[in-house]
């Protein structure tokens, strides 16, 4: 079955260092998503692409995080300078197409920021 | 703006036990609502989809209902099992918008 990857699984840095995770979505989704859920809450959407195109990034604070999609496909998220309220679990999620469709969600990159 | 809700917070029963969780919703507007699972330190995995029109949608041992109009949903588990430990969250679609997350219920079935 086909399946959402990201990599890494697990990311450790300091303060004001960047950071970049990787997305690839399932083959043929159109829709990306990258949400941030902070332990013992629901995830929070950062940015939704749309093929190659930023479709919403209303919550992204684009002062240190950007994302990007440039051929469609796999997608990077990168933060610079990471902060301690940084840390969290990032989630990338693909969906065939509009609204009416079933999200599906990758393993997760957890970041801990010292 | 739509805020969803979770309750309980966290809940342990004894295996073989039915139960029921509860999301709910203040803008009764939406789309549709999702139930999904996550297991600790893991992503989501989808459980159930429920379209605005639609009333209720089952799988296997899982049944979720949904009434708009007094903004709740629930996840009914028939025969639970300790496989069945996990968060469960629940997420609602408004109408040109995005998926809006509840903090999840805990559970934890007890062999």
């Known amino acids: 079955e086909a399946e959402v990857a990201q990599s890494p699984r697990y990311k450790i840095t300091e303060k004001s260092q960047a950071v970049a995770f990787w997305c690839d979505p399932i083959s043929g989704h159109a829709t990306l998503y990258w949400y941030r859920q902070i332990l013992g809450q629901g995830p929070e959407l950062l940015v939704q692409?749309?093929?190659?195109?930023?479709?919403?990034d209303s919550q992204l604070p684009k002062d240190r995080f950007s994302a990007e999609r440039l051929k469609g496909v796999d997608s990077t998220l990168k933060i610079q300078p990471a902060e301690l309220g940084d840390s969290a679990m990032y989630l990338c999620?693909?969906?065939?197409?509009?609204?009416?469709?079933?999200?599906?969600f990758g393993p997760g990159t957890r970041l801990l920021v010292l | 703006k739509q805020e969803v809700t979770q309750i309980p917070a966290a809940l342990s029963v004894p295996e073989g036990e039915n139960l029921v969780l509860n999301c709910s919703f203040t803008?009764?507007?939406?789309?549709?609502l999702q139930w999904f699972r996550q297991d600790p330190g893991k992503g989501l995995t989808s459980l159930l989809l429920i379209q605005s029109s639609q009333r209720e949608q089952t799988s296997g041992r899982l049944n979720a209902s949904l009434d708009k109009s007094s903004g709740r949903s629930t996840l009914y588990i028939a025969a639970s099992q300790p496989g069945d430990s996990a968060t469960y969250l629940c997420a609602v679609r408004n109408y040109g918008q995005n998926f809006v997350f509840g903090p999840g219920t805990r559970l934890s079935v007890l062999p």
């Open positions: 803008d009764s507007a939406i789309y549709n």
């Open positions: 999620a693909s969906s065939f197409g509009g609204f009416q469709e079933t999200q599906y």
């Open positions: 692409f749309q093929d190659e195109s930023v479709v919403d």
